[in-house]
């Protein structure tokens, strides 16, 4: 037989893939879409997306990007806050990108940060990626989004974690530090990189996989040296209801 062969085992296991991500799963997409009212950190560059070539001219589009790495949903390397000799996002392991996950509804106000008691009934295991949903995402579109106290997480919250075994964390928050605590050395993204712990943050859309566990993938881009990247964040679920043509176990 050959590759080419439609009737093969290769053909069958493709087409199982293909029907078990179709029909297994249900897909959440996590990511704010980046373009120019992206908000950005007061400090950071703003996102700008122009046309290197135009089709109108050369027959085809090119564009050209410049933004800072924190720019919308993004992940940031323990490079970002303990600098040179910690890992970058080239070198964060696919691992700790991708896995078990679950979300956890912490609403927050203005000033208030993310704390051990946000995990009161969380069932949490070792190897999980713990996102927290606090409300900010309300104004991930808006320049509020940087504007005012953003939660962050209290390092004893972070220290937590690490002691249980996660191996990422991140949610809907515009950093893991508040603006006071970016402002003191921001303590927690130091913590939780020297744990080797991948910190996503700016996510969107997590009311709708909160107390439910689910898959996470939110992969970087492979940026040599670079101390974050935006990330395409996607929640896989469990499809309750299959569709009927689910291919049958033989
Ligand atoms: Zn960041």
Sequence with gaps: MSFMDDNGPLADAGSTLRHTLANAFRMVDLTATLNEQTPCYPTDPPFTKSWHTLHSEQGFYVSRLEMGAHSGTHVDAPLHF????????AQLPLQALIGDAIALESPKDPGE?????????????????VLFRTGWDKRSASPAFFEDEWPGLQPSLVEELIRRGVKAVGGD?????SPAAIAAGAPSHKLAGRAGMPIFEGLINLDQVIGQRFF???????????????????????????????????
Excluded: C, H, W, Y
């Design 173 to 177: 928050i515009a950093s893991a530090d």
């Design 216 to 250: 996470f993938i939110g992969l970087p881009l492979k940026l040599q040296g670079g101390e974050a990247s935006p990330i395409r964040a996607v929640a896989l679920l469990p499809n309750v209801n299959p569709p009927s043509d689910a291919p049958q176990k033989r």
């Design 82 to 89: 303990l600098g040179d000799g910690f890992p970058d996002v």
């Design 113 to 129: 940060d993310l704390t051990v008691a946000d995990l009161a009934g969380a069932d949490i295991k070792s190897g999980d990626i």
